[in-house]
């Protein structure tokens, strides 16, 4: 069974940093994409960054580029991300997901319970 | 950037019912389409993938069709369980960035 743990999230002010993990299990860690997915309250759903098996490439929204950074410990089975820079519309639940290749891209074949990350002072 | 829109913003339908959502995309993706149900307080679960394909453990009464720029989400005979947001994926430009959802489709109980 595929299973997605975050673990993380918090308040922090704007200007402040946090590393959010997603421990993963079920599945060959290593030989699949992973992505981090927001959703601001209320809204809808965002790519984040993500991240190829071997660690690179990796992808980011121009909303978080230069500020978050997407990695991973294959060895541990974990994805990170480091957020940086935070800014109050960073507030958001951030879901870790496992990607599955199909034709031109990638979809979220998994999704974690996601982490709640909130930016304010 | 391909925009992806999704109609109507709610619908409303009764259980036993069917219910048709749908998906547009501003430009061709071929059948690079996703669809997802996320429930309230949950994480979105995926339902559909290459546009017509039910993922591992999706009930048969979730269908897929469409390709191009218009796309179908179906649902036969609504159960308590299946009123939520639903969301459409393009896949067809990759990577992120360039990969979009639409805006939600919320499926309440008529």
């Known amino acids: 069974e595929v299973q997605l743990l975050e673990s993380g999230g918090d308040l922090v002010q704007p200007g402040g940093s946090l590393r959010l993990s997603c421990a993963a299990s079920?599945?060959?860690?290593?030989?699949?994409?992973m992505g981090w997915v927001r959703q601001a309250p209320g809204k809808g759903l965002e790519w984040v960054s993500a991240i190829s098996g071997t660690g690179n490439p990796t992808y980011y929204a121009d909303s978080v580029e230069g500020r978050f950074t997407i990695s991973r410990d294959n060895s541990k089975n974990t994805l990170y991300l480091q957020l940086n820079s935070l800014r109050a519309e960073d507030t958001a639940i951030y879901y870790c997901?496992?990607?599955?290749?199909?034709?031109?891209?990638?979809?979220?074949?998994?999704w974690g319970q996601g982490t709640l990350v909130t930016v304010s002072s | 950037e391909i925009v992806m829109t999704q109609s109507p913003a709610t619908l409303s339908v009764s259980p036993g019912d069917r219910a048709t959502l749908s998906c547009r995309a501003s430009?061709?993706?071929?059948?690079?389409l996703a669809w997802y149900q996320q429930k309230p307080g949950q994480a979105p679960r995926l339902l559909i993938y290459g546009a017509s394909t039910r993922a591992t453990g999706i009930p048969a009464r979730f269908s897929g069709s469409g390709s191009g720029t218009e796309f179908t989400l179906t649902v036969s005979s609504l159960q308590s369980e299946d009123f939520a947001v639903y969301y459409c994926q393009q896949y067809n430009n990759w990577p992120p960035p360039m990969s979009t959802f639409g805006q939600g489709t919320k499926l309440e109980i008529k």
């Open positions: 430009q061709s993706i071929s059948i690079n």
């Open positions: 997901a496992k990607g599955r290749s199909h034709g031109s891209g990638i979809f979220c074949e998994y």
């Open positions: 079920g599945f060959s860690f290593s030989s699949y994409a």
